[in-house]
């Protein structure tokens, strides 16, 4: 299984970024798909979560009405749009597959998000 992640880049604050996950091995369309990110000294933490069919997501509070998680399943695809980004943003961002939003089995090498301010 391999989750491959990519777009991510230095970019000033308000911003925008669209971070891609392609992924291999597995029934894409079976997996709910979730982004993660780790800031620098920090933990990691969800960011956002997808169902199998791109239904029904979930965001962290600090990301509503920013982000915006969505999946091609035709192309084994996730993708996590962010706009008007801020400082606190930073962080390593890493996609993630598994049966549920609350296990997720499989994790990609992640992509670096800078937001200067």
């Known amino acids: 299984v391999q989750l491959q992640a990519c777009g991510g880049g230095l970019v000033q604050a308000g911003g925008s970024l669209r971070l891609s996950c392609a992924v291999s091995?597995?029934?894409?369309?079976?997996?709910?798909m979730g982004w993660f990110r780790q800031p620098p000294g920090k933990e990691r933490e969800f960011v956002a979560t997808?169902?199998?069919?791109?239904?029904?997501?979930e965001y962290l509070e600090a990301v509503k009405g920013r982000f915006t998680i969505s999946r091609d399943n035709a192309k084994n695809t996730v993708y996590l749009q962010m706009n008007s980004l801020k400082a606190e943003d930073t962080a390593v961002y890493l996609c993630?597959?598994?049966?549920?939003?609350?296990?997720?089995?499989?994790w990609g090498q992640g992509t670096l998000v800078t937001v200067s301010s």
């Open positions: 993630a597959a598994g049966p549920n939003t609350r296990n997720m089995k499989y």
């Open positions: 997808i169902s199998r069919g791109g239904s029904s997501t």
């Open positions: 091995g597995l029934t894409f369309s079976a997996y709910f």
